[in-house]
């Protein structure tokens, strides 16, 4: 299947449809630079520090997803190594890997609500994993319009038809 073709339309026409997901999206032109190290995300002025180097070199931070264990900055593909070189010149002794994620998609579903109705990001899970897909990270409530999820890139052809499907194609009825 060919995702270069359109599989939604966004235009000022009026229709309105049932559900929240208005509708699916990606971009293949972001990456991630992942910090990682026991404790790293819970640790005073690490991200500070590598925000502020990362701005003082001219690389925009598009997000940035932290676990205990791990501080993940979405930036723009071509940033990448310009931005590995940046922070590993910092001193950060919490980090003990540092790590350049280049094959990824990011796939967008958007619509209004989407933060405000139960089982949306569910279905999304459920669409993608039945077709095999591994959601590698997401996003969700940072905009109430929009949630995100990374996958392989070799994988987004197949997400965004798995979520396609899942809220703009009507379902099989099972006898």
Do not use: W
Not at 4 to 17: G, M, W, Y
């Amino acid at each position: 299947m060919d995702v270069e073709k359109p599989l939604s339309i966004v235009n000022s026409d009026q229709t309105i449809r049932e559900g929240v997901v208005k509708s699916v999206t990606y971009s293949d032109d972001f990456g991630v630079l992942k910090l990682k190290g026991p404790g790293v995300g819970l640790k005073p002025g690490i991200l500070a520090r590598v925000t502020t180097a990362l701005h003082l070199a001219g690389i925009n931070i598009s997000s940035v997803i932290t676990s205990q264990i791990s501080i993940n900055i979405l930036l723009a593909k071509k940033d990448l190594r310009n931005a590995y070189a940046v922070v590993s010149a910092e001193e950060l002794p919490a980090v003990s890997e540092l790590l350049v994620i280049e094959k990824i998609s990011v796939i967008a579903a958007v619509g209004d609500g989407l933060i405000d109705n139960y089982g949306i990001a569910a279905r999304i899970f459920s669409s993608m994993a039945s077709k095999g897909i591994n959601v590698v990270m997401s996003c969700s409530g940072a905009s109430p319009v929009v949630s995100y999820f990374l996958v392989n890139c070799d994988d987004r052809s197949k997400a965004v038809r798995a979520v396609h499907q899942e809220f703009f194609e009507p379902k099989s009825i099972q006898v």
